[in-house]
């Protein structure tokens, strides 16, 4: 139930991201509108992560999964009933989205915290790698069931099936056969306080910040994913909405396609101890693709060199994603997810508006150049600077072990023995 809540999650809002984002462009046809919105979905998100990431751990995940999807549905409805009547306008997209941004984040530190109580430690690695697999199977999906739906003369057809997919992410939650609360969890405390803790834990912890710094100075300078209009238009030169739509999709496909890939290997890697490394090798390999993306000017050629994108942001992604649960107790998961989702998702927002702002003012391969040079050198100071990241080695645990799963300081001694 789990696994079908988040692919119901997942659809929704990549649905959502294709059709506001299309829609805006078609109507303004202007870069920095598309990149604003990124700014919209940052300053959104930063307060409602870090409060969902203290409710993850004090109250029913499950239904605190539920009551934020509500608002997906609530309110992308409310788009395609606009949308139908023609009355949509550029600022209910951004306030929409300005709701959904905090909505929806809330609920990821909920979602991410289950899957180490429905799966054993054993088993995590290849839990977070299928989970982050379906994802991208299901992103492969989405741009053809929006590219199908969006042949109409609006997107009204659109906006009408992402409430659907809203309406079963809302109600599945409700349905996984598990206790909802964290073991021991957090009472007694308020919640600021609560907030304050799980930050100092982060910051204690001698791997997340190197890995959230890595993924925050890479995304800023290169967020490409929600920007593919920008592309189609200047690097491949589509220019009628029919055209640009199906450039669009071809490329949504193609990240995903690699997302799937990089999944895959991830799976491949449990005998692999260097998990840091794993991350830091696949995240120089981006920043040398995103060099070689900006000198595409063909539309297939772009789509091979995003594939290999979405291949090595996934093993970082879902490696990072795996530490994190690796290494941080049931009760203060909820918290550590927040701030990894925080890093990710604000990083993401900076980076869709830097990439559109760009573009407009330098051209997306000029961008897209300057991205790659200096997520290398992030790379590279990452591994100098913070030597919890390269040195880190995952510790298999025998079988019948018994470890503390509570207790913060004894599950992190175990995982990182190599590093004391």
């Not at 506001?20 to 959104?44: D, N, Q, R, Y």
């Not at 994802?135 to 659907?164: H, K």
């Amino acid at each position: 139930m789990l696994w079908f809540s988040s692919i119901a999650a997942m659809a929704t809002m990549n649905l959502r991201v294709l059709a506001t984002g299309i829609w805006l462009f078609e109507e303004t046809g202007s870069p920095a509108v598309l990149g604003g919105l990124g700014l919209v979905e940052l300053v959104m998100r930063i307060p409602a992560n870090l409060y969902g990431g203290a409710l993850a751990d004090e109250i029913d995940r499950k239904k605190l999964m539920a009551a934020t999807q509500l608002f997906s549905f609530l309110l992308i409805g409310t788009m395609a009933f606009l949308e139908g009547f023609g009355n949509l306008q550029v600022w209910h997209i951004y306030a929409i989205t300005a709701v959904l941004a905090s909505s929806s984040v809330m609920g990821g530190p909920a979602r991410s915290s289950l899957t180490a109580r429905v799966v054993p430690r054993s088993h995590l690695m290849h839990a977070v790698a299928t989970n982050t697999a379906t994802m991208q199977i299901g992103s492969m999906i989405t741009p053809v069931i929006f590219l199908l739906t969006s042949l109409t003369t609006d997107l009204t057809l659109s906006f009408g099936v992402i409430t659907a997919f809203a309406a079963v992410s809302m109600v599945l939650p409700l349905m996984i056969g598990i206790d909802g609360r964290a073991e021991n969890a957090t009472t007694g405390k308020s919640r600021f306080r609560n907030i304050v803790d799980g930050l100092v834990y982060v910051k204690s912890h001698p791997i997340l910040p190197g890995l959230y710094l890595l993924d925050v100075g890479v995304t800023i300078v290169s967020f490409y994913r929600q920007v593919f209009p920008i592309f189609a238009h200047q690097l491949y030169g589509f220019i009628r909405p029919v055209d640009s739509r199906a450039a669009v999709t071809a490329l949504t496909w193609a990240n995903s396609a690699g997302g799937l890939t990089g999944s895959l290997i991830v799976m491949f890697t449990r005998d692999y101890r260097a998990k840091g490394m794993l991350v830091l090798w696949a995240t120089l390999f981006y920043g040398f693709l995103l060099i070689v993306f900006g000198a595409t000017t063909i539309l297939w050629t772009g789509m091979l060199v995003v594939i290999f994108l979405g291949a090595t942001d996934a093993v970082g992604m879902t490696s990072r994603q795996a530490i994190v649960q690796l290494t941080t107790p049931d009760n203060m998961r909820g918290r550590a997810s927040a701030a990894h989702s925080l890093a990710a998702m604000s990083a993401n927002g900076i980076g869709q508006f830097e990439v559109g702002v760009m573009s407009g003012l330098i051209g997306a391969d000029q961008t897209m150049y300057l991205g790659g040079v200096i997520s290398v050198v992030v790379v590279f100071l990452i591994w100098w600077l913070v030597k919890g990241v390269s040195q880190y080695r995952y510790i298999e645990v025998p079988s019948g072990a018994a470890i503390d799963d509570n207790a913060s300081l004894s599950t992190i001694d175990y995982d990182l023995r190599s590093l004391k």
